[in-house]
Structures are given as structure tokens and as C-alpha cells.
């Protein structure tokens, strides 16, 4: 039997949606209905089922909600036209174009190009900027570091901690997990250590933290001898490795992991996610919340 909390993103992001959906109600009785649009760019299975996911949760918290779905062999101009257009609807408050876009686009200047009010996802560099400086009435926070939090705060207050002053280490450094998650645990009073594949001795850095995240991709690489005992483990990886079988059509079956060893961590931790289940559940609700913000802070004051 494993020791640790379990932390259910599921029921944590259900908690999150049926929050910006009674929210969301009370605005359009202002006559303010937020909008989201989504820009997916060529055939990926995964972002096509990710952005279909998003549209649905904006349904369902009673958004307006509209798919861009372009080919994979779009022009790169097009794809900023749109953004542009996008940039000035007022009836659209959240744009989100789906990672990765193909090889042949600079994703950086398409995101640069979205109005920093309207880029729910906080990759644009004035969020960046925002977050860092910790102007959060202004800042719009990636989705999966901000849903992390929200897990982070269910753990604490589950086993009684605190996070001013705790030891967190976040392994991984991109700029959509690792360091906005570094700088959001900073602002807590958190003691941040960002480690990454060049760090020495990864597993007894891993081992100081009080609050351990993993964002690496690297399937459970973290394992059970890295975790400090009662530690909270916030495992931020989807990796889909080979699982046993056959599936009905005949092709080797796949399961999704982590980038921890659950059952080896589980043993040691105080409070865990799973994968799947855990922070993933926890992305397309933040979106949501964003877009609500991003509407909020759009409509006129007294309205
Ligand atoms: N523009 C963006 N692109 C991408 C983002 C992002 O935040 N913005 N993140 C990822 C993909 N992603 C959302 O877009 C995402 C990933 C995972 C999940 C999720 O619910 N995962 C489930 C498992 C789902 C499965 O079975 O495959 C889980 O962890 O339980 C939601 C959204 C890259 N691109």
C-alpha cells in the first residue's frame, strides 16, 4: 500500500471548470460572454485531441468558442494573418495556438505576435516579463505551472505544510514549465533550485527538496531513492512509452508515465500526482481560468 496523498487532478480541475463556469455565468449577466480561440496547424493526433478537449471544457463553462484548424502546409504569413485577425475581435479575449506548430514555422514570432491581453497560455515575453517582475494583477500565467500551484496548495494543506520557507527543486528549465514553476514558487518563499540534464548529481539535489517537480520528458526517470521522505512530488511528464499487448487493431499497445517512478516514489512521498490524471488534467482547465480572466480584465469597469 502506498503512503503518500494522492493528489486527483481530475477532481481538482472538475473543481477548477465548475468554478469559471458559475463564474463565467455571473459575467454574461454583466453582458460579458468571454471567447476563446484555437489555432491548431496541421494532423498531430495528441494536439488534435488536446484542442478538441479545450474547445469542449469552453462549452462547457459557457464560453463562445471557435476552432482554427489550418493544414500543415499553411504559409507562415497566413498563420499571422489569422493570429492578427484574432489579435482584433473583440468578441475573442483568449488565443491559443497548439505546441508544436510544424518544423516549418518560427513558433516564437507567431506567439510574439499575439496580443499579451489575449495570450492565455503566458508564453508571450511581456508575461514572461510580468510573472517574473510579480506583477500578477497584470501577468498571465502558463496553464500547467499554475495548475501545479493549485495541486502544490491541496498538498499542503492535506499534510498541514506551508510553503514560505520550504526547499523546492524544479528539474527541467523550459520556458513553459520549468521556469515560470521556479519563479511561482519563489514568489511563495519557496528556496528554489532549478536543476536540468547538466546538474551535478541530479539525484542528491532531487533528494534536498521539500517540493520536488519534475518537468524533464524523460520517462520515470525520477526515482524512488531521489525523494526525500514525505516530500510533495509534482510530476509534470506525458511520456507514452510501449506497453504489453496488442491493441484491437493490432498495433503495439502504448501507456502513458511520468517523469517519476510512481510506485517507487509513492512510497517515500507525502503527497503525489499521477500520470495520466494528475497535472495534464489541470493544463485545459487553467486555460480556462485565463480566458476568463483575460475577459475580465477586458470588459470595461461596471460592466
Ligand atoms: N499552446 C499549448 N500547447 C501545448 C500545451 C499548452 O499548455 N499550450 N501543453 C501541452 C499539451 N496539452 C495542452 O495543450 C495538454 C497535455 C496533457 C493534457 C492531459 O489532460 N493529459 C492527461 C492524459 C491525456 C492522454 O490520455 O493523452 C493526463 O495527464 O491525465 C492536457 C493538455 C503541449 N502543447
Known amino acids: 500500500m502506498t ?35 484555437t489555432v491548431l496547424v496541421g494532423e498531430d493526433p495528441a494536439s488534435q485531441s488536446y484542442v478538441a478537449s479545450k474547445g469542449k471544457a469552453a462549452r462547457a463553462c459557457g464560453f463562445h468558442s471557435v476552432q482554427h484548424t489550418l493544414p500543415t502546409t499553411t504559409d507562415e504569413l497566413d498563420l499571422l494573418a489569422l493570429v492578427e485577425s484574432l489579435n482584433a475581435d473583440p468578441t475573442i479575449h483568449g488565443i491559443l495556438v497548439q505546441l508544436p506548430l510544424p518544423k516549418t514555422m518560427n513558433a516564437a514570432r507567431v506567439l510574439e505576435l499575439i496580443d499579451p491581453r489575449k495570450d492565455v497560455d503566458g508564453f508571450h515575453p511581456v508575461n514572461v516579463g510580468l510573472l517574473s517582475v510579480g506583477e500578477m494583477d497584470r501577468a ?12 502544490l496548495d491541496k498538498a499542503c494543506a492535506a499534510l498541514g505544510r506551508t510553503l514560505a520557507g520550504a526547499e523546492a527543486v524544479v528539474i527541467g528549465r523550459s520556458n513553459i514549465v520549468g521556469k515560470p514553476m521556479a519563479q511561482l514558487l519563489l514568489q511563495r518563499h519557496c528556496t528554489v533550485t532549478i ?15 521539500d517540493v520536488l517537480v519534475a518537468a524533464v520528458g524523460q520517462p520515470e526517470m525520477v526515482r ?22 496488442l491493441d484491437a487493431s493490432g498495433k503495439p499497445k502504448t501507456r502513458l508515465v511520468g517523469d517519476v517512478a510512481y510506485a517507487e516514489a509513492a512510497e517515500v512521498a507525502g503527497a503525489i500526482t499521477p500520470v495520466p490524471g494528475g497535472v495534464g488534467r489541470m493544463t485545459v482547465a487553467m486555460l480556462m481560468a485565463n480566458t476568463l480572466e483575460a475577459a475580465r480584465r477586458a470588459a470595461p469597469a461596471g460592466e
Not at 15 to 37: I, K, M, S
Open 3 to 37: 503512503k503518500a496523498y494522492l493528489l486527483d487532478g481530475k477532481a481538482i480541475a472538475e473543481e477548477t471548470l465548475g468554478r469559471v463556469a458559475r463564474e463565467t455565468a455571473a459575467l454574461r449577466a454583466r453582458g460579458v460572454t468571454p471567447g476563446l480561440a
Open 140 to 151: 498571465i500565467v502558463p496553464c500547467t505551472p499554475a495548475g501545479s500551484m493549485i495541486m
Open 195 to 209: 536543476a536540468h540534464s547538466r546538474t551535478r548529481d541530479l539525484a542528491a539535489v532531487a533528494r534536498r527538496a
Open 224 to 245: 524512488g531513492d531521489w525523494v526525500k521522505p514525505g516530500a510533495i512530488v509534482i510530476d509534470v511528464g506525458i511520456n507514452r512509452v510501449a506497453g504489453e499487448g
